[in-house]
């Protein structure tokens, strides 16, 4: 379907209608398109193809129709002007930085970021000459300090995993851009279901697919989306030339999981809040830490920047350790991985898993204690997923 020339279509319309290019088969659903080469109908075009006469799929390093389809849809919900889909999250983020940056130039950072994102900076992109300045993420005044004439980049992720820190993602935007940096924001967290970080001047937006946007934690992958020029030329141009691009299968999948994501975001955002103000009552719980909760210190901010508070809720635990690992082991519902995003709701002990390689300093500096436990809600019934973690919490007591 073209829907070019219906630019009013709201979000949940171009969730499930965006990007469909049907073929000459008619069908309804969106097809596979499991070719790794394009045919040509003689030489001359081929050569058109090659030289860039002539537009058109060659390689499917290069482009394919599935991924097309995926990469469009993804735009057109950020609200981004185009979209490259990449083979994992983390190939989004290495083809931003490679593209955008060269040596001696300089990154600041939230320093709560994801931890591969933190080891792609201060492993290999510092063999390169790219460093990166870490600061916390809600500190404006930081982000400001920490700025130097060859500074290029601000990274972060909002809500900030595990803690759910908010950044104001336009606070920093005007920062950056008045010195000319541009501002790049992880939006795993919400989705643009629940967030648009261009609406609030980014630049670039980054996912991991293999979250939300699949949503039932099947393939991994990732997307960069932003304007033209650096997305869809550069950041392009690297990804068809160094090759981590997004399989036909993938693009599949995430293709469809967008049909639902914002029907997925929303319930688990109910069910997280409820969780939430439930996990607030129990005598075992010294904090909880969610964004739709009036307790959270930036509760405003969320109401403004997101139209829901997701599906990650953290809580401390009066018992430490022993009092977290006696609640994971009690559910028998809940998942135990450090996979998020899932329909399936997952429980993750983060001092010991996602955040067990820093040193005990580290941890204490990122606020993350020994009775720290993250449940990402998915869609199961919340009083199922409440009797499962009441089972643990009858122990504590
Ligand atoms: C998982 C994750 C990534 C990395 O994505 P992969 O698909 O695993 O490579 C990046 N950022 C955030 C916030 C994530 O949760």
Redesign the pocket.
């Known amino acids: 379907m073209d829907i070019d020339d219906s630019p009013e279509l709201g979000f949940a319309s171009l969730a499930v209608r965006a990007g469909q290019a049907r073929t000459a088969e008619g069908e309804h659903a969106e097809p596979i398109f499991a070719t790794s080469s394009f045919v040509f109908a003689n030489a001359a075009e081929a050569a058109a193809r090659f030289s860039g006469a002539l537009p058109g799929n060659i390689y499917s390093r290069f482009t394919n129709p599935t991924v097309r389809m995926f990469q469009e849809r993804l735009a057109a919900l950020e609200g981004g002007e185009t979209c490259i889909a990449t083979s ?6 290495l083809a931003t930085c490679i593209t955008l940056l060269k040596s001696g130039d300089h990154i600041v950072s939230a320093s709560g ?2 931890g ?2 933190l080891s792609l900076f201060n492993q290999y992109l510092s063999k390169f000459g790219v460093a990166t300045t870490y600061v916390r993420l809600s500190d404006l005044s930081a982000w400001k300090a920490a700025i130097r004439p060859e500074t290029r980049l601000f990274y972060l ?1 909002t809500p900030s ?1 595990p803690l759910m820190e908010l950044a104001d993602i336009q606070a920093l935007a005007d920062l950056a851009h008045s010195h000319n940096i541009l501002l790049v924001v ?1 939006n ?2 919400c989705t643009p279901a629940l967030q648009q970080p261009f609406k609030h001047g980014a630049d670039l937006v ?6 939300y946007l699949d949503g039932q934690g099947r393939c ?3 997307a960069v989306v932003g304007d033209q020029q650096r997305v869809g030329v550069d950041i392009y141009g690297f990804l068809r030339t160094a090759g981590p691009t997004m399989s036909p299968f993938n693009a599949w999948v995430f293709l469809k999981g967008l049909e639902t994501l914002r029907l997925r975001m929303l319930a688990c955002s109910e069910s997280a809040l409820h969780l939430a103000q439930w996990l607030e009552t129990q005598p075992a719980v010294e904090r909880v830490y969610y964004p739709g909760l009036p307790s959270h210190p930036q509760h405003e901010l969320a109401k403004q920047q997101q139209s829901a508070f997701g599906g990650i809720v953290s809580f401390d635990l009066r018992g430490g350790r022993e009092a977290a690992w006696t609640l994971i082991d009690h559910t028998r519902l809940i998942s135990i991985t450090a ?3 899932d329909a399936k709701t997952t429980i993750t002990h983060p001092a010991t898993t996602t955040h067990g390689r820093l040193t005990p300093e580290e941890r204490e500096r990122a606020g993350i204690g020994e009775g720290l436990v993250r449940v990402s809600v998915g869609l199961e019934d919340l009083g199922d997923l409440q009797h499962d973690l009441d089972r643990g919490f009858q122990r504590l007591v």
């Open positions: 994992s999250g983390m190939a989004a983020i970021v994801f591969t994102t992720e995993n992880d795993c967290f980054i996912h991991s697919a293999t979250k991994v992958g990732g996979n998020l995003g």
